[in-house]
């Protein structure tokens, strides 16, 4: 009997829990709890500047949308500073990021020195397309660099304490047509373009923007007109063949080349603008 009594008394010792192997069962609780909050809470993080970055690439397609048709920037004219307006019509009418912060834009005039003339004196300064900015505020320092870094020609500025990310859509006028032999080639049905390649080995994207389309006559008017870039490859390299279409009183398309006759050359109808979204 006595020897039931100890083997009892060795199983209810042997059924429980030591004090010590509790708190390892907590303490391995809390440091997987620990860990898993921290990494949903990075990944949470993570997904924000994700998503911030997609929409702060849509508002940069929609200006340079906005650009393509009108040939300025979103309230251009302006300094672009009511450019949310504009801006609207394409990306509907959510203009916060993923922390509540409002974007603000901008598109400062640049002055560019200009060349001397022939007499040595010094011509008028020549005002080439402004960059278009971005502006978004970011929660935090590393937040703002780690959005900064995923963004193409982006970067921090610190104003009053508070950190925010500026991102640039810069443009750089190309000259007129006729005088990029190398790039661009005019004949009667439209104008063949070379893309430069930019630093990151792609090429360069373009936009068009009609100058003056029969210029030389005012026999000719027109209520609209739209801009065909079609893409082909020459050995390796990409093409741009690019016509303007305008439109007539009674709302029928032609060409420009057409509707213009020998008055106005192809090239001297356009002007081409080349970006590197990534430089």
Request: net charge negative.
């Amino acid at each position: 009997m006595n020897n039931n009594l100890k083997t009892n008394s060795l199983l209810r010792n042997k059924s429980g829990f030591t004090l010590i192997e509790i708190m390892l069962v907590i303490a391995l609780v809390a440091a997987l709890a620990f860990f898993t909050i921290k990494y949903s809470s990075r990944q949470f993080g993570d997904q924000l500047i994700d998503r911030t970055a997609a929409e702060t690439v849509n508002i940069k397609r929609a200006a340079l949308n906005h650009f393509t048709k009108v040939g300025v920037w979103p309230d251009g004219d302006n300094g672009c500073i009511n450019a949310e307006a504009v801006l609207r019509q394409y990306i509907g009418q959510n203009n916060q990021n993923a922390w509540g912060y409002a974007y603000t834009y901008s598109c400062p005039a640049i002055l560019t020195p200009a060349p001397l003339d022939e007499d040595g004196e010094q011509q008028e300064p020549l005002e080439s397309i402004p960059s278009f900015i971005i502006s978004q505020q970011a929660p935090s320092h590393k937040t703002a660099l780690q959005l900064a870094r995923v963004l193409p020609a982006a970067d921090v500025n610190i104003i009053d304490g508070a950190y925010y990310v500026d991102t640039y859509i810069p443009m750089v006028m190309m000259p007129p047509t006729d005088e990029n032999s190398s790039e661009a080639v005019s004949t009667p049905t439209h104008v063949e373009f070379t893309p430069r390649r930019c630093t990151d080995n792609t090429f360069a994207q373009i936009i068009v923007v009609p100058k003056s389309i029969c210029s030389a006559t005012e026999s000719h008017q027109f209520y609209g007109y739209q801009i065909n870039i079609v893409d082909s490859e020459f050995e390796g390299t990409p093409k741009k063949n690019i016509s303007i279409d305008v439109m007539l009183e009674d709302g029928s398309m032609t060409d420009a080349f057409d509707a213009c006759g020998t008055f106005t050359e192809y090239a001297d109808m356009l002007s081409i603008h080349e970006y590197c979204p990534y430089d």
